[in-house]
């Protein structure tokens, strides 16, 4: 008795494996075309890949005390066409925003237990 077998996409007759260095070849590997099959020179400018070294001249330009204040409203706000460039500048804003927020809340803090404990000395200085 002989066995009927169906011959699949890659030529084999059904029943049989292909070994695993065939089957997962580099041509299986590399882009398979379709719609999402898009090179970086496709892409459009707001969603063109940024290197890491354009991220860290941009923290090094936060970092400038006004003017980096100023650059990342700016930036945040969108002055670029490339969305990760505006996303990491609001990621920067909130981070600022939120650093403010810290520094004012521990600085009254420290005020008031400043005021706490000397402030009846501020009053009546002590006798010596």
């Not at 991220?55 to 930036?75: D, E, R, S, W």
């Amino acid at each position: 008795m002989e066995e009927q077998g169906y011959e699949n996409n890659n030529g084999n007759v059904g029943g049989e494996q292909q070994s695993m260095e065939k089957q997962y070849s580099r041509d299986t590997l590399e882009r398979r075309p379709g719609p999402w099959d898009i090179s970086e020179e496709d892409l459009p400018e707001e969603l063109k890949v940024v290197p890491a070294l354009h991220f860290f001249l941009y923290q090094v330009v936060f970092a400038i005390p006004l003017v980096g204040l100023i650059v990342v409203i700016i930036m945040s706000l969108g002055a670029t066409k490339n969305k990760n460039i505006r996303n990491f500048a609001r990621a920067q804003l909130i981070a600022i925003v939120v650093g403010i927020v810290l520094t004012m809340l521990f600085g009254a803090a420290i005020l008031s237990f400043f005021l706490a404990f000397v402030g009846p000395y501020l009053d009546h200085p002590p006798i010596v």
